[in-house]
């Protein structure tokens, strides 16, 4: 079956970019809408962004001006870069499989602090 | 935008009662809404989307209904293993997917 795992730093600086990486497992990348989704803590979701396996996205108009999400097929991956950020970024953040997501990864912890 | 605002935001339920959780739209979103079940230190898991249908695998005493603007999560006799915290989530604008604030469902 199909598993996702997030990978990257767990602390990231202020003013610095956060960057994740995605792999998926048990399955092809293709065909399908791929997210981010974040939790900051003791917080609700929220959406981040979304890309299909082609390359087009999706962006919360709140982050957009900071967020990339990119895809590369030939690794079964995609990943997520937010520039800029500040405390207020740090959350859980979760890659997922669609756009109500049916597939989720087990999250990773990005804490932003100097 | 569209806001999704749930209610209420704890639910008191004892095991084997129903549960009843509410969901509303700020504009109508059709179908296109799932609910998620999160509990502590997990990702959320997906239960029901289309409004209505069923996940692969999700028991029957959960069920999804609603279209438009209002929706309803019912759990027919509570498990100790549904509690938990409940997302609504509209996917009906595609260009920007929304989340409620969710719904707590603890024990009585």
């Known amino acids: 079956q199909v598993q996702l795992q997030e990978s990257g730093p767990g602390l990231v600086k202020p003013s610095e970019t956060l960057s994740l990486t995605c792999t998926v497992s048990?399955?092809?990348?293709?065909?399908?809408?791929w997210s981010w989704i974040r939790q900051p803590p003791g917080k609700g979701l929220e959406w981040i962004g979304y890309?299909?396996?082609?390359?087009?996205?999706n962006y919360n108009p709140s982050l957009k001006s900071r967020v990339t999400i990119s895809v590369d097929t030939s690794k079964n991956q995609f990943s997520l870069k937010l520039s800029s950020v500040t405390a207020a970024d740090t959350a859980v953040y979760y890659c997922?499989?669609?756009?109500?997501?049916?597939?989720w990864g087990k999250g990773t912890t990005v804490t932003v602090s100097s | 935008e569209i806001v999704m605002t749930q209610s209420p935001g704890t639910l008191s339920v004892s095991p084997g009662e129903r549960a009843t959780l509410s969901c509303r739209a700020s504009?109508?979103?059709?179908?296109?809404l799932a609910w998620y079940q999160q509990k502590p230190g997990q990702a959320p898991r997906l239960l029901i989307y289309?409004?209505?249908t069923r996940a692969t695998g999700l028991p029957a005493r959960f069920s999804g209904s609603g279209s438009g603007t209002e929706f309803t999560l019912t759990i027919s006799s509570l498990q100790s293993e549904d509690f938990a915290v409940y997302y609504c989530?509209?996917?009906?604008?595609?260009?920007?997917?929304?989340f409620g604030g969710g719904t707590k469902v603890e024990i009585k």
């Open positions: 997922a499989r669609g756009r109500n997501p049916d597939v």
């Open positions: 048990g399955g092809s990348i293709s065909y399908y809408y």
């Open positions: 890309i299909y396996y082609i390359g087009s996205t």
């Open positions: 504009q109508s979103v059709g179908s296109n």
């Open positions: 289309g409004a209505s």
């Open positions: 989530q509209q996917y009906n604008n595609w260009r920007e997917l929304t």
